[in-house]
């Protein structure tokens, strides 16, 4: 078990990078804009909890790219280069590298989301809002969950592809997809089902459960189910905020299952 | 024990084979030379060693354990100079010794690695800025640290000049007094002569032989070579040195600059005289006489059929 080693060191050397301070600085100066701009721009009351849905835009926007962004290289730009090499030389496993860049690069965007989170809390509170202390660290634990799933994703495309310029195109396709398109896709198969008389209105409720798998829209789910005061998501058992939540942990753990199996499993050189 | 036990390894790409049925033991202690021409499959050997990549057929273990399905407890006490590798990026010399270090959990001095491998000076300068030869030494710096039990090196010598190839042998030879495997591949000849107990030879990824240098030298027949110049040639004389105890052939060689007939005799080292003392005895007059060894690049040619 030497991840540890390997997270210790990605972690160093990836805080230096310029890309990294680039990024990791957006994400921190959306969510404290967030925590600015709320007390003076949303309808009373003003608390910690409603807070939640008014950092949703701004986190699903920009949670996506810095996550992606910072860990679709991870593990590629060492098997191009061949330094990778140097690392299984080592009595690391595959599971110990992967691992520990895994902690590496979400225990990066996780400490900016959380460390910025805090301070938008704060301004939140002072001098006017509300402390809901309890359902501001749900909404922390979702906001870190969310990165971690990109992030995750970003470590995923890295595994599976054996190029960077890959692992770029299908990183960027998947962000492009899921946060620039996916809505607009939504919207016309609506429109075009409801043209065609399938359906009247809202999509089928099964089919609603199905484009609504997107990490963004679980996301949300979940933080309107757990987190807002006085709002239930409306619907069958399965649009609730339990299986949304559910939902979060199967996009963790089985793009980087699949994709650590193809690693594992593929000649380095 | 056994360092390196392989068991019918066999590596294919498609219909390339990389690997044919490859058996091999190198046995603790010795120093062993992996000799063979480019593309010959010892890059693609190592690399199952040390389960860069899987292997097709056969199964390979270091000290007992197996390379694929154990490769932590393999790799655990082994020193690597991997081939296709590149330092890493931002990372100072003295940071790359020290993240071996760590991953090894040793606790030797970053310095005084680099002060063997003759680097010390540029301990501080990131690596990437390093030659390809300062990088061999890295590397085979990070391959000591922890002192190893079996040392891995593909072409350790790449990149190095002369002098820097001696200094690399001094090294191995220094790691073997201590007690440790050495197990290199190398398609320069000289080196693997110079330091190597046995010798295995791989062509189009078949082991065509494993033997000590001398075992070699013995089974292409003795392995001395004479070229003896003579003021004249009649008819019986290579008969008559094809009668000496210990000759395996004898035939006429090129004639020498001023036009003298010269005949080229193989045999073993201890009938070099006996030949001398029966062409005086035949009357002949040896105007000039000189000895071959057969060189391992013979050894190589006769064994290859090619040139590297």
């Known amino acids: ?174 962000v492009f997809l899921f946060v620039i398109i996916w809505e607009a896709v939504v919207d016309a198969l609506t429109i075009g089902l409801n043209a065609a008389g399938i359906v009247d209105g809202e999509l089928p409720e099964t089919v609603q459960f199905l484009v609504g798998l997107e990490p963004s829209l679980v996301f949300e789910r979940a933080t309107t189910g757990f987190v807002l005061p006085g709002e239930s998501v409306a619907g069958p058992w399965y649009l609730g905020e339990w299986v949304a939540l559910g939902v979060l942990v199967c996009w963790v753990v089985g793009p980087l299952g699949l994709a650590f199996l193809r690693f594992d499993g593929s000649d380095l050189s | 024990m056994v360092a390196i036990d392989a068991d019918a390894v066999s590596k294919r790409y498609g219909t390339e084979t990389a690997l044919d049925r490859v058996d091999l033991e190198v046995k603790e202690g010795e120093t062993f030379g992996f000799l063979g021409p480019n593309g010959a499959g010892k890059s693609t050997f190592i690399n199952v060693l040390l389960d860069f990549v899987t292997p097709s057929q056969g199964d390979v273990e270091i000290f007992g354990h197996d390379c694929q399905r154990e490769g932590v407890a393999a790799r655990d006490r082994i020193g690597v100079l991997p081939e296709g590798y590149s330092v890493f990026e931002r990372l100072t010399g003295r940071q790359h010794i020290e993240y071996a270090i760590r991953s090894k959990d040793a606790d030797d001095d970053p310095i005084d690695v680099l002060d063997r491998v003759g680097i010390r000076e540029a301990a501080d300068r990131k690596a990437t800025g390093y030659s390809k030869g300062m990088a061999q030494r890295l590397v085979l710096g990070m391959a000591l640290v922890g002192q190893p039990d079996l040392l891995i090196l593909d072409e350790p010598s790449t990149g190095l000049d002369p002098n820097g190839a001696a200094e690399m042998r001094q090294i191995l030879r220094e790691e073997n007094e201590r007690g440790a495997t050495i197990f290199f591949s190398s398609h320069i000849l000289e080196q693997v002569e110079a330091v190597c107990d046995r010798v295995g030879i791989l062509q189009n990824g078949e082991l065509v032989a494993v033997d000590t240098i001398e075992g070699l030298r013995q089974s292409m027949g003795g392995g001395t070579k004479l070229v003896i110049t003579v003021d004249g040639l009649e008819n019986g004389t290579l008969e008559t040195i094809r009668g000496v105890e210990g000759v395996e052939t004898a035939v006429n060689g090129d004639e020498s600059s001023n036009g003298d007939p010269t005949i080229e005799v193989t045999c073993t080292n201890d009938a070099k005289m006996d030949v001398v003392v029966e062409l005086h005895g035949a009357g002949v007059d040896v105007v000039n006489f000189r000895t071959e060894e057969a060189s391992l690049e013979d050894m190589f040619i006769e064994y290859t059929g090619s040139r590297r």
């Open chain 1, 1 to 174: 078990m030497t991840w540890e080693v390997i997270a210790r060191q990605d972690w160093s050397v990836t805080v230096e990078t310029r890309s990294a301070k680039v990024l990791l600085g957006l994400l921190v100066s959306v969510v404290l804009l967030a925590g600015y701009i709320y007390p003076i721009a949303a309808p009373e009351p003003i608390t910690t909890a409603r807070f939640s849905s008014f950092a949703m835009g701004g986190l699903t926007l920009t949670v996506p790219f810095v996550g992606m962004l910072l860990s679709y290289g991870a593990v590629v730009d060492e098997r191009e280069s061949g330094s990778i090499l140097l690392s299984l030389s080592l009595p690391h496993s595959r599971r110990d590298v992967v691992l520990g860049k895994f902690l590496s690069r979400t225990g990066l965007v996780t400490a900016a989301t959380a460390g910025s989170m805090l301070v938008a809390g704060a301004l939140v509170v002072y001098p006017f809002g509300e402390l809901v202390l309890g359902r501001f660290l749900v909404f922390l634990g979702l906001t870190v969950l969310f990165v971690v799933v990109w992030c995750g994703l970003g470590l995923a495309v890295s595994l599976a592809a054996a190029t960077r310029r890959r692992a770029l195109v299908l990183g960027f396709g998947l």
